[in-house]
């Protein structure tokens, strides 16, 4: 939380500086929302069979998160610095393990995804009202996995809850394409459709000799709606 604090008022700063107030700098507001997620990842083996060898469910989908950025243009080019929150549910309903057994609706972990992202956005106008837009972005993600944030449904009807406090950074991948509207001379209302590979987060389960890895692929096709002024 300090983090995101001094990004806010570093940037704040940043866009009030006089020498920049006509200098053709950017800043938005957005809200990711996925609509499809992949699931993929792996299983550490510790000989009883109980590792997911097949991985199923819906990953994030449904989840949403939010951000802002602060950039330049130059012409009908755009580089910015985003900073994107989100808190998910990473669902493995359905996948399997070595011996045959077959995870319950409800098999989850929950985790918070960082992400700070340097995008480049090109734009081309259609007309006086509208434009669209390509990115492409690159950046670092944070995953923080809490303790007991896995839960195990099982077949008696109880709910194993496991999970160490752990967390990981892995490189993030955009690329997106969408609309603008404009809202006036200096705001535009962008609705994009984005996918994101966000990277794979790192679960443990159990302690010392006994600790297992569990990695889990987050990524997800997103819509995203932005709000960009323009200064």
Do not use: C, H
Request: hydrophobic share 40%; net charge negative; charged share 20%.
């Amino acid at each position: 939380m300090r983090r995101v604090v001094a990004i806010v008022l570093s940037s704040t700063l940043f866009m009030g500086a006089p020498m920049l107030a006509s200098a053709n700098w950017t800043a938005d507001i957005r809200l990711n929302y996925a609509i499809t997620s992949d699931v993929g990842g792996t299983d550490q083996d510790i000989g009883d069979d109980s590792e997911i060898v097949t991985f199923n469910g819906d990953g994030i989908e449904g989840n949403s998160g939010f951000g802002f950025s602060v950039g330049k243009r130059f012409d009908n080019m755009g580089v910015s610095l985003a900073y994107e929150s989100m808190g998910v549910t990473y669902d493995l309903s359905g996948s399997v393990q070595a011996n045959g057994t077959v995870q319950l609706p409800g098999t989850e972990s929950d985790f918070d995804v960082d992400t700070f992202m340097l995008e480049i956005d090109y734009t081309g106008q259609i007309n006086e009202a509208f434009d669209w837009n390509v990115l492409a972005g690159i950046g670092r993600t944070t995953f923080d996995l809490p303790a007991n944030g896995i839960n195990i449904p099982r077949a008696n009807g109880t709910i194993a809850i496991v999970g160490e406090p752990f967390d990981n950074s892995d490189t993030s991948m955009r690329i997106g394409a969408g609309v603008g509207y404009k809202l006036s001379e200096t705001a535009t209302l962008l609705t994009m459709l984005q996918y994101t590979n966000y990277g794979t987060a790192e679960a443990k389960v159990g302690t010392g000799a006994s600790q297992t890895t569990l990695t889990m692929d987050v990524e997800a096709t997103e819509l995203s709606m932005r709000v960009r002024f323009d200064f």
